[in-house]
């Protein structure tokens, strides 16, 4: 079956800090990829995904992440964070034609102002 | 477009009560989930229904049932709450298999005491 990990469950930085977020899943086929943001009392929004070609994908508010398809990774990054992108982050998996998406456990962050 | 929506947003019941919660979409989306989410767990899959009429398990079925009403609507029954079952719940949909992101309701936080 799918799984997906997160390195870290807290990750408390100071602002302006560099921010990278674990994801590694494991599925040997072709999958879409997707990281989720969830804004304290807010529900889930879309920061980024991939489906295929660049592998570095940018997204939403600076995110960016990069796919690397040997090392089955997809790791969320911001070069400078701020204390408005505390929140917890959730990374996504999907199979090519699937219909149901495997979610990691979300990794806290906390930015300290 | 509304998008996703769910009702109730909050709720208390006792133990054995019942309850339904209902979530409605007006994207034309095919395919519709119910999570849950627990600290530390991530979302966890209830059940999905891949289009109107089907409805499949998901990862933690137990103590739920789903109705897919019609291609808009689809809801999520508790027939006897346990504590176990408090939780945040979430409604999703997508428009179709793959290639599309899974959109989210605003959530309903349950608590069974």
């Known amino acids: 079956a799918q799984s997906v990990s997160q390195h870290n469950h807290h990750v408390i930085l100071s602002e302006a800090a560099s921010l990278e977020l674990g994801c590694n899943y494991s599925?040997?086929?072709?999958?879409?990829l997707f990281w989720y943001v969830q804004y304290p009392g807010q529900h889930l929004q879309l920061l980024l995904k991939?489906?295929?070609?660049?592998?570095l994908v940018k997204g939403i508010k600076g995110f960016e992440a990069e796919f690397i398809k040997s090392k089955f990774s997809f790791n969320l990054r911001k070069p400078s964070v701020q204390w408005s992108d505390t929140a917890e982050y959730f990374c996504a998996v999907i199979m090519e034609y699937g219909n149901k998406l495997v979610f990691g456990a979300g990794t806290i962050l906390r930015v300290k102002s | 477009n509304a998008g996703v929506t769910q009702t109730p947003k909050f709720q208390v019941l006792k133990t054995g009560q019942s309850m339904t919660l209902q979530c409605a979409q007006d994207?034309?989306?095919?395919?519709m989930y119910w999570y849950r989410q627990d600290p530390g767990m991530g979302l966890r899959l209830i059940y999905y229904?891949?289009?109107?009429?089907?409805?499949d398990k998901g990862e933690v079925p137990n103590g739920y049932n789903v109705s897919r009403l019609n291609k808009r609507e689809f809801s999520l029954r508790l027939e006897s709450a346990a504590p176990s079952q408090t939780s945040v719940y979430f409604c999703a949909s997508i428009l179709d298999r793959g290639y599309n992101e899974q959109f989210f309701g605003p959530g309903t936080r349950l608590t069974v005491l």
């Open positions: 599925y040997g086929g072709t999958v879409n």
């Open positions: 991939y489906f295929s070609g660049d592998p």
């Open positions: 994207m034309n989306h095919n395919s």
């Open positions: 229904s891949a289009s109107e009429g089907t409805t």
